[in-house]
């Protein structure tokens, strides 16, 4: 059974830097996608960051595409989310799914998998 398990998560100060991971064990990234569908702040809506797809596509939302990226999967199947520059409002939990490509084009990503979350916060 494929489980996703986040880490990297912690506090730090606002300018700051953390790369966030999430390992596959069991899981072949094969012809799949990955991301970090969602990050969820207490009394806020939930919002996606970005995803990867096994053709190398990245999609990163508009709102932190200038402060993060989304490196390609290594060789170990291990996801990670670089983010850079954070600011408080980056404070959330972070969530890593798996899924399967779909669309015409496959860069469509049904999340099948999810990690449990590592949690990041921004603060002075």
């Known amino acids: 059974q494929v489980h996703l398990v986040e880490s990297g998560g912690g506090s730090v100060q606002p300018g700051g830097s953390l790369r966030l991971s999430c390992a596959t064990p069991?899981?072949?990234?094969?012809?799949?996608?990955m991301g970090w569908p969602r990050r969820q702040a207490p009394g806020t809506e939930s919002e996606g960051v970005g995803?990867?797809?096994?053709?190398?596509?990245?999609t990163v939302a508009d709102s932190v595409k200038s402060r993060f990226t989304i490196p390609q999967v290594n060789a170990k199947n291990t996801l990670y989310l670089q983010m850079n520059n954070l600011k408080p409002e980056g404070t959330a939990m972070y969530y890593c799914?798996?899924?399967?490509?779909?669309?015409?084009?496959?860069?469509?990503?049904?999340?099948?998998?999810w990690g449990q979350g590592t949690q990041v916060t921004v603060s002075s």
């Open positions: 799914a798996a899924g399967i490509r779909y669309g015409s084009t496959g860069d469509d990503c049904a999340y099948n998998t």
């Open positions: 069991g899981y072949t990234y094969g012809t799949n996608c």
């Open positions: 995803s990867i797809n096994s053709g190398g596509r990245t």
